[in-house]
C-alpha cells in the first residue's frame, strides 16, 4: 500500500436555494396573497475520521469535494430541500489548512465531524416581504453560495511512544517483539519505508501505542533520506524511544549516532528535541567492544536520558523497557492537540465590495453584494424596481457614484442592464 501523508483539495459547500415568487390561488379566495416559500440551506463538507484509513491516497485520485445546493422555494410557503451534507472520511491525527495562508484549520484527533465548510443559507419566498402598503411583492431573495476554499491534509501519526534512530538499529524488530505490528524487517538500510503502528500491552486496561519511523540520517531536516518526510509523525509522541546499535555492527560510532540524531531534531523543531527521551542500547547480544555500551551509558546520564540494554532480536532486556515506557508515560501530558489558528475572512457586503468604473461615459457597477440584490429583483415589476433602488442607496451605491461626478441622465450598468441616472 502506497503511504500518502499529504495532500491538496478541493471543497465546496453547497448554495444555498432560491426563495419562491408565488401568490395563493384558489377558488373562492380573492387576493390569496404572497405564499412564496423559502429556499433550501446548502450541503455543507463534513470531515470525519474513519480509524480504518491510514495513508491520503484516496485524495490523490479525486481533489474536489461538493456539495449539493438546497432546493428553491415552492408556492404554498413551501420551503425547498436542504442540501445533503457531503461526508468527507480521513485518517486519525490529519490535520486541516488552510492553502493560501497554511493556517490551521482543524486537528482531526477526536471523535466529533468538523464542518469545513458550511452551505449557504436559502432566500426568502415573496411572502416575507408582504407589509400594508406592499401587499403583493414580486420579487424574493437568492440563496447565499456556500463557503469554498482550497484545503492541504496533512497527516501527523497519533502515537504515544516514537521509535527512532538510524536506520538498521532494529526499530521494526523491536515494535514486531511488543506489539502484534508486522512490519517488513531485514537486514539492509530503509527497510521500513513508511510509519508503522502498534498497540503495546503492559496490563489490564494498560496499554500504548508505539510508532516505528522511518530511518532518519544526517542531512534528514533538509530533506536527505527518508526521515525529512516522516519526522511531522513524531511530532505528536510524548515519549522518544532512541535506539541506537551498540554493536556498531554498520562500522559506526554509538556515540556519534545517538549525537547526530538528536542534533537532526533540533535542526527540525527545537520543541521536538526537548521531547522525553529514553536511549536504548540495542543489538547486546552480538556486543563485541564493550567500551561502546559503556560510553553510550556515559552520555545518556549526561543528557539526563534514562538508559537501557537489550536486544530486541533475542528479547532480553524488553520486558523491562516496556513497564519503564508505560512509568513515563503516566506522568506526561497527552498527546499533542494543535489548535487551530485559521481566521475566517470577512465576507464583505457593503460600500467596500463594490466597484464602479466608468468608460466611455458610463458608469459599469460590480460586487458580490450588488449581484445578490439585483438577482431578487423583478424589473417588470414597479415594488420590485423601488426596493432595489433602496437597497442600492442603503448599499451606498449613489453616494460612490455622486462622488464620481455622475450627472443627471448619465446611463448606469447595473450587471448588463442600462439605466438612467435621475435625481
Same mark, same amino acid.
Given at each position: 500500500?502506497?503511504?500518502? *501523508?499529504?495532500?491538496?483539495?478541493?471543497? =465546496?459547500? @453547497?448554495? #444555498? +436555494?432560491? !426563495?419562491?415568487?408565488? $401568490?395563493?390561488?384558489?377558488?373562492?379566495?380573492?387576493?390569496?396573497?404572497?405564499?412564496?416559500?423559502?429556499?433550501?440551506?446548502?450541503?455543507?463538507?463534513?470531515?470525519?475520521?474513519?480509524?480504518?484509513?491510514?495513508?491520503?491516497?484516496?485524495?490523490?485520485?479525486?481533489?474536489?469535494?461538493?456539495?449539493?445546493?438546497?432546493?428553491?422555494?415552492?408556492?404554498?410557503?413551501?420551503?425547498?430541500?436542504?442540501?445533503?451534507?457531503?461526508?468527507?472520511?480521513?485518517?486519525?491525527?490529519?490535520?486541516?489548512?488552510?492553502?493560501?495562508?497554511?493556517?490551521?484549520?482543524?486537528?482531526?484527533?477526536? *471523535?466529533?465531524?468538523?464542518?469545513?465548510? =458550511?452551505? @449557504?443559507? #436559502? +432566500?426568502? !419566498?415573496?411572502?416575507? $416581504?408582504?407589509?400594508?402598503?406592499?401587499?403583493?411583492?414580486?420579487?424574493?431573495?437568492?440563496?447565499?453560495?456556500?463557503?469554498?476554499?482550497?484545503?492541504?491534509?496533512?497527516?501527523?501519526?497519533?502515537?504515544?511512544?516514537?521509535?527512532?534512530?538510524?536506520?538498521?538499529?532494529?526499530?521494526?524488530?523491536?515494535?514486531?517483539?511488543?506489539?502484534?505490528?508486522?512490519?517488513?524487517?531485514?537486514?539492509?538500510?530503509?527497510?521500513?519505508?513508511?510509519?508503522?503502528?502498534?498497540?503495546?500491552?503492559?496490563?489490564?486496561?494498560?496499554?500504548?501505542?508505539?510508532?516505528?519511523?522511518?530511518?532518519?540520517?544526517?542531512?534528514?531536516?533538509?530533506?536527505?533520506?527518508?526521515?525529512?518526510?516522516?519526522?511531522?509523525?513524531?511530532?505528536?509522541?510524548?515519549?522518544?524511544?532512541?535506539?541506537?546499535?551498540?554493536?556498531?555492527?554498520?562500522?559506526?560510532?554509538?556515540?556519534?549516532?545517538?549525537?547526530?540524531?538528536?542534533?537532526?531534531?533540533?535542526?527540525?523543531?527545537?520543541?521536538?528535541?526537548?521531547?522525553?527521551?529514553?536511549?536504548?542500547?540495542?543489538?547486546?547480544?552480538?556486543?563485541?567492544?564493550?567500551?561502546?555500551?559503556?560510553?553510550?551509558?556515559?552520555?545518556?546520564?549526561?543528557?539526563?536520558?534514562?538508559?537501557?540494554?537489550?536486544?530486541?532480536?533475542?528479547?532480553?532486556?524488553?520486558?523491562?523497557?516496556?513497564?519503564?515506557?508505560?512509568?513515563?508515560?503516566?506522568?506526561?501530558?497527552?498527546?499533542?492537540?494543535?489548535?487551530?489558528?485559521?481566521?475566517?475572512?470577512?465576507?464583505?457586503?457593503?460600500?467596500?465590495?463594490?466597484?464602479?468604473?466608468?468608460?466611455?461615459?458610463?458608469?459599469?457597477?460590480?460586487?458580490?453584494?450588488?449581484?445578490?440584490?439585483?438577482?431578487?429583483?423583478?424589473?417588470?415589476?414597479?415594488?420590485?424596481?423601488?426596493?432595489?433602488?433602496?437597497?442600492?442607496?442603503?448599499?451606498?451605491?449613489?453616494?460612490?457614484?455622486?462622488?464620481?461626478?455622475?450627472?443627471?441622465?448619465?446611463?448606469?450598468?447595473?450587471?448588463?442592464?442600462?439605466?438612467?441616472?435621475?435625481?
Amino acid at each position: 500500500m502506497t503511504f500518502v *501523508d499529504t495532500a491538496k483539495i478541493f471543497i =465546496k459547500a @453547497g448554495k #444555498g +436555494g432560491d !426563495g419562491a415568487v408565488s $401568490f395563493h390561488r384558489e377558488k373562492y379566495v380573492a387576493a390569496g396573497g404572497p405564499d412564496g416559500g423559502d429556499g433550501g440551506k446548502g450541503g455543507d463538507v463534513v470531515f470525519q475520521i474513519d480509524d480504518n484509513l491510514a495513508t491520503l491516497l484516496d485524495f490523490r485520485m479525486k481533489r474536489k469535494y461538493a456539495a449539493p445546493n438546497g432546493e428553491n422555494g415552492f408556492g404554498k410557503r413551501s420551503s425547498g430541500k436542504d442540501g445533503a451534507d457531503i461526508v468527507v472520511k480521513v485518517p486519525r491525527g490529519c490535520l486541516i489548512k488552510d492553502a493560501e495562508t497554511g493556517a490551521l484549520i482543524h486537528d482531526m484527533s477526536d *471523535d466529533q465531524p468538523f464542518v469545513a465548510a =458550511k452551505g @449557504g443559507r #436559502g +432566500g426568502w !419566498g415573496n411572502s416575507h $416581504f408582504a407589509t400594508p402598503t406592499r401587499q403583493a411583492p414580486r420579487f424574493a431573495k437568492p440563496g447565499l453560495p456556500g463557503q469554498e476554499r482550497m484545503i492541504i491534509l496533512e497527516l501527523k501519526l497519533i502515537a504515544d511512544v516514537g521509535l527512532i534512530g538510524f536506520p538498521n538499529v532494529g526499530k521494526s524488530t523491536l515494535l514486531s517483539v511488543i506489539s502484534k505490528a508486522r512490519p517488513k524487517i531485514a537486514n539492509y538500510h530503509f527497510t521500513t519505508l513508511v510509519p508503522n503502528l502498534g498497540a503495546v500491552y503492559v496490563g489490564e486496561g494498560q496499554s500504548f501505542v508505539a510508532a516505528d519511523i522511518p530511518g532518519i540520517i544526517e542531512g534528514a531536516a533538509e530533506g536527505a533520506g527518508l526521515g525529512h518526510d516522516f519526522l511531522r509523525h513524531i511530532e505528536r509522541c510524548r515519549l522518544l524511544l532512541h535506539l541506537v546499535d551498540a554493536a556498531g555492527s554498520e562500522g559506526r560510532d554509538p556515540t556519534e549516532d545517538l549525537d547526530a540524531i538528536n542534533a537532526e531534531l533540533r535542526q527540525y523543531s527545537p520543541q521536538l528535541a526537548q521531547r522525553p527521551q529514553i536511549i536504548v542500547a540495542n543489538k547486546t547480544d552480538i556486543l563485541q567492544n564493550p567500551e561502546n555500551a559503556q560510553r553510550l551509558r556515559q552520555r545518556a546520564e549526561e543528557l539526563g536520558c534514562p538508559y537501557f540494554e537489550i536486544s530486541a532480536a533475542a528479547q532480553t532486556g524488553v520486558e523491562e523497557l516496556i513497564f519503564a515506557v508505560w512509568r513515563q508515560l503516566q506522568a506526561l501530558p497527552p498527546v499533542t492537540v494543535y489548535e487551530p489558528d485559521f481566521v475566517e475572512p470577512e465576507q464583505k457586503e457593503n460600500l467596500d465590495d463594490i466597484v464602479v468604473e466608468r468608460q466611455d461615459g458610463v458608469f459599469y457597477v460590480s460586487g458580490r453584494h450588488i449581484e445578490r440584490i439585483f438577482a431578487s429583483v423583478n424589473l417588470s415589476d414597479y415594488e420590485s424596481r423601488m426596493y432595489f433602488e433602496r437597497a442600492l442607496r442603503k448599499a451606498g451605491l449613489f453616494d460612490r457614484l455622486e462622488a464620481q461626478g455622475i450627472q443627471e441622465h448619465d446611463v448606469v450598468n447595473v450587471c448588463g442592464f442600462e439605466f438612467e441616472y435621475l435625481y
